[in-house]
T-cell receptor, first 109, second 113 residues
């Protein structure tokens, strides 16, 4: 069974500080992971991805870390900005993407 | 130009009706999907088509019937709508079929009364 879990439904962070969003998965067979960002009334948009040959991938303010032994990945946003306030979904890919239930990130000025 | 566009954005209808949601992508992708976001906010795949061929068909009631007239279009027809069908439906596309980044439309909020 392929499950992806984001155990924190919400997170509030001060502007300029680091935001850390977490995600756990159950099935190690699928080795491609993605983070999506979603604003209200819009579709999810791709943010960053990582495959299991790496344990870190960086794109500007966004870094994704993959801990295969713990079946855990995290997204770091630094510094956090008000425009980062959105719902963040992690997903595990193969022939289909399986999504977590999302974490609502609020950046406070 | 919107990459993945779906219509309508909002759909309010009575139980028992039949309705369709249309999706078009101009990215030149070969694969298209329908995802459903339920009240608990999970995004779950329903169907996937690659070059007009159905490749993923999750456990979805057969009242839901996807149709892909060409690889740029994937429509979703729903018969005999039920209250539990109320959700946001997202269309998406990707270049290939494996370990792919998906591009999503803005969603169709379906409300069944």
């Amino acid at each position: 069974d392929q499950q992806v879990k984001q155990n924190s439904p919400s997170l509030s962070v001060q502007e300029g500080r680091i935001s850390i969003l977490n995600c756990d998965y159950t099935n190690s067979m699928f080795d491609y992971f993605l983070w999506y960002k979603k604003y209200p009334a819009e579709g999810p948009t791709f943010l960053i991805s990582i495959s299991s040959i790496k344990d870190k991938n960086e794109d500007g303010r966004f870094t994704v870390f993959l801990n295969k032994s713990a079946k855990h990945l995290s997204l770091h946003i630094v510094p956090s900005q008000p425009g980062d306030s959105a719902v963040y979904f992690c997903a595990q890919g193969a022939q289909k993407l399986v999504f977590g239930q999302g974490t609502r990130l609020t950046i406070n000025p | 130009d919107t990459a993945v566009s779906q219509t309508p954005k909002y759909l309010v209808t009575q139980m028992g009706n039949d309705k369709s949601i249309k999706c078009e992508q101009n990215l030149g992708h070969d694969t298209m999907y329908w995802y459903k976001q339920d009240s608990k906010k999970f995004l779950k795949i329903m169907f996937s088509y690659n070059n007009k061929e159905l490749i993923i068909n999750e456990t979805v009631p057969n009242r839901f019937s996807p149709k892909s007239p060409d690889k740029a279009h994937l429509n979703l027809h729903i018969n005999s709508l039920e209250l539990g069908d109320s959700a946001v439906y997202f269309c998406a596309s990707s270049q290939g079929t494996f370990n792919e980044k998906l591009f999503f439309g803005s969603g169709t909020q379906l409300s069944v009364l």
